[in-house]
C-alpha cells in the first residue's frame, strides 16, 4: 500500500512562514498530480495547491502570492512553502496524490498548521 508521510506543520504567528513536506513510497512515474488540501474546524476540505506532471501548478486564490508549491522526483517529494501566514489558513493540511491509471487518489494523514493573531 502507497504511503504518503508529511511533516513540517505546527504554530506560527501570524505574517510567519512553515514549509510542508510529503514524501511518497509510490512510483514516481505513476504520479499525475501532487497536491496539498486542507480542512478547517467545521469546514469542508478544499484544495490549497496543485502541482501536474507536466509542471503546470495551481492555486487556490487565497493563497496566491504567498504559497509556493514544488516538487522533487527524485525524492518523490511535493513541498508546499507558505508565507504571510494568516490566522485563516489555520486547519489540517493533506498531502494528495493522483495516479495515472487509477481514479483513486491517496492521502496523508495530516499536519495541523496553526496561526495565532
Known amino acids: 500500500q502507497v504511503q504518503l508521510v508529511e511533516s513540517g506543520g505546527g504554530l506560527v504567528q501570524a505574517g510567519g512562514s512553515l514549509r510542508l513536506s510529503c514524501t511518497t513510497s509510490g512510483s514516481i512515474i505513476s504520479i499525475k498530480t501532487m497536491g496539498w488540501y486542507r480542512q478547517a474546524p467545521g469546514k469542508q476540505r478544499e484544495l490549497v495547491a496543485t502541482?501536474?506532471?507536466?509542471?503546470?501548478?495551481n492555486y487556490a486564490d487565497s493563497v496566491k502570492g504567498r504559497f509556493t508549491i514544488s516538487r522533487d522526483n527524485t525524492k518523490k517529494t511535493v513541498y508546499l512553502k507558505m508565507n504571510n501566514l494568516k490566522p485563516e489558513d489555520t486547519g489540517v493540511y493533506y498531502c494528495?496524490?493522483?495516479?495515472?491509471?487509477?481514479?483513486?487518489?491517496?492521502w496523508g494523514q495530516g499536519t495541523q498548521v496553526t496561526v495565532s493573531s
Open positions: 494528495n496524490i493522483d495516479w495515472f491509471g487509477t481514479s483513486i487518489p491517496s
Open positions: 502541482s501536474a506532471y507536466g509542471g503546470t501548478t
